[in-house]
């Protein structure tokens, strides 16, 4: 009774499996066709003749630079909001102070503002100054939204490590600093490696702010710049499928990289009872 519930457990995961996947192929797929093999033949059908120029053409068209953007972008901005919320974390849960609470208050209140509803203040904060239409204005708006949540994931886990292993490093010498990033940041690699990856997804996708704020192509990321390959008469469909392609790779390989340590992270920041 029990191997049955087993199989129809696995088959249950592989059709949801096949339905992940899907999606992904069928953009390979999509990605090596012409327009004309798009609109005028079967949408689900394998190309008849691989495009594989697609992918040149993106190349040709400027991608390398929206890549290179995507890359530096989100992993300063990432390493910067890990590192800060890490520092933040520890000194709310850590440390006693008066005002902790309040600011860990007034740190979850982020998670309360729309995206949209603070895009033209931020629009016109950062035009007063001049930081429209440049890449550090990016990376402060990453940091400032992931900021909340990124502090919600490390609290559980930061408020159930023992208090005498501070206590020990304390006694033998060492200062506050020195007890953070030797001692509390190794501990907290596996809920860390969670946040870097939700990080690295929302900032690599990131549409909005980018397309807002930036308008040079030597400072635009890869989101935004697939609009470059719309054209007014015309529309190179093939290559936008190859670019969307290449921008998905890097998270889906980081994913599967990861994963492992995603759901290990998870499980530490749980609170213990």
């Known amino acids: 009774m029990h191997r ?3 199989i129809l457990l696995y088959i249950c995961l592989g059709i949801v499996g096949v339905f992940q996947i899907f999606p992904i192929i ?3 797929s999509f990605s090596l066709k012409s327009n004309q093999e798009i609109f005028a033949g079967n949408p689900f059908a394998l190309p008849t003749d691989p495009k594989w120029e697609n992918y ?3 190349f040709e068209g400027g991608i390398g630079t929206y890549f290179w ?3 530096w972008i989100t992993v300063v901005a990432t390493i910067l ?5 890490s ?3 520890f000194a709310i849960t850590r440390m006693k102070w008066k005002l902790s609470s309040l600011v860990l208050g007034i740190i979850m209140v982020g998670l309360m503002i729309p995206i949209h509803s603070a895009l033209i203040p931020l629009y016109n904060m950062f035009l007063n100054v001049n930081l429209i239409d440049n890449p550090l204005s990016i990376v402060v708006t990453y940091m400032t939204y992931n900021l909340p949540i990124t502090v919600m994931i490390l609290l559980g886990f930061y408020t159930t490590l023992p208090r005498e292993i501070e206590e020990a490093a304390i006694i033998d010498g060492s200062s506050v600093h020195r007890l953070f990033f030797r001692i509390i940041l190794p501990l907290s690699a596996p809920i860390m490696s969670t946040t870097v990856i939700i990080n690295m997804i929302y900032n690599w996708n990131e549409f909005v702010f980018v397309n807002t704020f930036i308008s040079s192509d030597k400072f635009k990321t890869l989101t935004v710049g697939i609009q470059n390959f719309i054209g007014q008469y015309m529309t190179d469909w093939g290559a936008i499928g190859a670019t969307l392609v290449i921008s998905v790779l890097p998270i889906i390989i980081a994913f599967i990289f990861f994963s492992d340590k995603i759901m290990e992270g998870l499980s530490a920041s749980a609170v213990k009872g």
């Open 81 to 85: 909001t890990v590192l800060i919320a």
């Open 26 to 28: 069928w953009l390979v």
């Open 56 to 58: 040149l053409k993106v």
């Open 4 to 6: 049955i519930g087993y």
């Open 87 to 89: 520092m933040a974390t």
């Open 69 to 71: 953007n995507s890359i």
